[in-house]
């Protein structure tokens, strides 16, 4: 929570990644890490049960998304970070903006 702030989103509920899950019979969470491995990002889900365990294996290892669902998805973008990087601020008055290229433009 520490790196949240009240306009993030938690993309487990979005609309369109419930809908993709629903389809397919998986948990939100599953979709969101398909989503990612297939784009070639390393995931590195949390759990502390074995059957999340197994569902997350799953995901790497059954069939990926639809091209439908992967366009689906990327178009859900809201600029929301899981970790925006205000914990790595230093100078007060600073703005976890300050670290990230907005809008295709470096701010600072």
Same mark, same amino acid.
């Given at each position: 929570?520490?790196?949240?702030?009240?306009?993030?989103?938690?993309?487990?509920?979005? %609309?369109?990644? /419930?809908?993709? @899950?629903?389809? #397919?019979?998986?948990?939100? !969470?599953? *979709?969101?890490?398909?989503?990612?491995?297939?784009?070639?990002?390393?995931?590195? %889900?949390?759990? /502390?049960?074995? @059957?999340?365990? #197994?569902?997350?294996?799953? !995901?790497? *290892?059954?069939?990926?998304?639809?091209?439908?669902?992967?366009?689906?998805?990327?178009?859900?973008?809201?600029?929301?970070?899981?970790?925006?990087?205000?914990?790595?601020?230093?100078?007060?008055?600073?703005?976890?903006?300050?670290?990230?290229?907005?809008?295709?433009?470096?701010?600072?």
């Amino acid at each position: 929570d520490r790196d949240r702030t009240p306009e993030d989103t938690v993309d487990t509920e979005d %609309p369109v990644i /419930v809908a993709i @899950a629903r389809r #397919l019979g998986v948990h939100p !969470a599953v *979709v969101c890490l398909k989503w990612g491995l297939q784009r070639g990002h390393v995931v590195i %889900p949390f759990s /502390v049960r074995r @059957a999340n365990y #197994l569902a997350n294996l799953r !995901a790497a *290892v059954t069939e990926p998304l639809s091209e439908e669902d992967m366009r689906s998805i990327a178009a859900i973008d809201r600029n929301c970070r899981l970790i925006k990087g205000q914990v790595f601020l230093w100078r007060e008055g600073q703005s976890w903006e300050d670290l990230w290229d907005i809008d295709g433009r470096i701010v600072h």
